[in-house]
């Protein structure tokens, strides 16, 4: 117990550098901040998508460092949450890593992409330290807002430093992304690059080959998808 107080310690104090309204955010604090309560159909959406979030986190918390988990779970280990800004997202995902982290001890890094890319701009006077090789070497690495940020050509260089890092030294690596909604291979390409090109499409093929993704709110009546 002590331990897990001293990893919740860190945990919430690491946190707090970059997420700091949600460095006490948990599955069990969602519906007590839910402000649309009043929207049953939005509600009951959420209530799934933050049931398909925690079984997710549990199940890899139990089973990352275990050679015979279900290969088709491990399959996926890209967690993609998509919807419109205020629906929850972030504070689903802080939820999903304080299980990784606390319950599975798993090593982390999480960031808002675009305080990502001002980090490592400022690491290239060698005056503040590079943050990619720190989310690179990460068991999970929460990636928040990707779309959000300026996307110049050294930004996609950085995300295709990242991923194909990730994809060559830590293939067991966990990812925990969450952006705006929208699907398929034009959309990612487009949360990356305004203009495309090879290493867009680099980045959001190993994104999304490794991905199961959630929406945080059905459209036009279709189911949310669901992760056992």
């Not at 305004?194 to 199961?212: F, K, P, T, W, Y």
């Amino acid at each position: 117990e002590e331990e897990i107080e001293n990893r919740r310690w860190r945990f919430e104090t690491q946190l707090e550098k970059r997420f700091g309204k949600y460095r006490n955010a948990s599955f069990d604090t969602f519906r007590t901040t839910d402000k649309n309560l009043n929207r049953d159909d939005f509600s009951q959406d959420r209530d799934r998508v933050a049931g398909i979030v925690r079984r997710y986190a549990h199940w890899w918390a139990e089973h990352f460092h275990k050679a015979d988990r279900d290969s088709q779970k491990a399959s996926k280990r890209v967690l993609v949450l998509s919807g419109t800004p205020g629906c929850g997202k972030t504070h689903l995902s802080v939820s999903a890593l304080r299980v990784l982290a606390l319950q599975g001890g798993l090593s982390w890094e999480a960031w808002p992409v675009s305080a990502l890319m001002d980090a490592k701009k400022k690491s290239y006077d060698r005056k503040s330290p590079d943050p990619v090789p720190k989310c690179i070497q990460a068991d999970v690495l929460l990636l928040d807002d990707l779309g959000n940020h300026r996307k110049t050509p050294d930004s996609v260089q950085i995300l295709f430093d990242l991923f194909d890092g990730r994809s060559r030294m830590k293939k067991e690596g966990l990812a925990l992304i969450n952006t705006n909604a929208g699907k398929g291979p034009a959309f990612w390409r487009q949360l990356i690059s305004q203009s495309g090109g090879n290493q867009a499409d680099a980045v959001s093929d190993r994104i999304r080959e490794a991905a199961v993704q959630v929406q945080m709110e059905s459209a036009d009546g279709k189911a949310i998808p669901s992760w056992r």
